[in-house]
């Protein structure tokens, strides 16, 4: 049975049946507040900006959606990522701890801790989905690395890869960061701990883009390595590879996130990886 649903947003209509749109600064926390009155969750889904623009606009946009979590009552649910982790030494599990390598990762894991030192207090609830790196149709086709490669992949070009192509790696299907989402929410054994979002096995860069292009009968993509050496130089001029080469480990080493104890616990599944396939180079295909 679905409830009624509040999207914070630019005030853009979602087209999504009981879902009303508001346009709210998430960023002030007494406006943000009295759109979450009454509500029983209140879901962070917030991305803001580039790399280069998280230490400016993360901190007060999250303490914000935690003081409006506090003052409305509201259980807080943060859709995050694994930077917190850092470099892994194996599969990633909710008992992993926190060891970010770069300010990315360290502001994701500040923010978690600050969120469940206040749930530990006794003063909101609390809890986190983290998921690895989105697929599916209804993602823009410029959203991501995997996006990016999957565009030029589509269009019968050659993609430009970082890191190494051959490392297995973590998707997890943009549904099935909902159903966590959704699953941790409503059930208080969650409340105070972060959950995996589960994903399919994991697939390299050269893998996923092949897969797309064969599901809407390509043939083998062309892939070409963009040295390190390169990103790095870069980075001296552009901020913006600076920051990709803080988050190269994840496809310089095997990259993998383990949703069991989530499926275990809650029912929640990861999408087939075929139907995720088929359905996102369909859609993708289409708005190129």
Not at 63 to 70: P, R
Not at 71 to 97: F, H, I, Q
Not at 251 to 273: C, H, K, N, S
Request: net charge negative; with cysteine.
């Amino acid at each position: 049975m679905g409830s009624a649903c509040e999207f914070s947003s630019a005030g853009r209509a979602t087209g999504i049946p009981g879902v009303d749109s508001v346009a709210v600064d998430a960023s002030a926390p007494d406006a943000l507040t009295v759109q979450a009155s009454g509500a029983e969750t209140l879901y962070n889904c917030a991305n803001p900006g580039s790399y280069t623009e998280w230490e400016r606009l993360w901190p007060p946009l999250a303490a914000s959606i935690l003081t409006a979590a506090e003052r409305s009552g509201a259980v807080l649910v943060t859709a995050s990522n694994l930077y917190g982790y850092g470099p892994p030494d194996g599969p990633m599990t909710r008992e992993t701890p926190l060891r970010p390598s770069d300010h990315k990762g360290e502001l994701r894991a500040r923010m978690w801790q600050e969120a469940l030192a206040v749930h530990e207090a006794g003063r909101v609830r609390v809890t986190e989905a983290r998921a690895s790196d989105y697929i599916g149709p209804t993602l823009p086709v410029s959203s991501g690395l995997l996006a990016m490669y999957a565009k030029a992949t589509l269009a019968g070009k050659t993609a430009s890869v970082f890191g190494d192509p051959d490392q297995p790696h973590a998707w997890t299907a943009i549904d099935d960061v909902a159903a966590t989402l959704a699953a941790v929410g409503r059930d208080e054994k969650a409340w105070g701990s972060a959950w995996i979002v589960p994903s399919a096995p994991p697939r390299s860069a050269r893998q996923v883009p092949r897969a797309l292009g064969e599901s809407v009968g390509m043939g083998e993509p062309r892939l070409r390595k963009i040295p390190t050496w390169t990103l790095r130089v870069g980075g001296f001029a552009l901020p913006i590879l600076r920051e990709v080469t803080g988050a190269l480990y994840q496809f310089e080493r095997p990259y993998i996130a383990d949703g069991t104890e989530t499926t275990e616990r809650f029912g929640v599944d990861a999408t087939e990886w075929e139907e995720t396939i088929a359905s996102t180079a369909r859609a993708w295909r289409a708005r190129l």
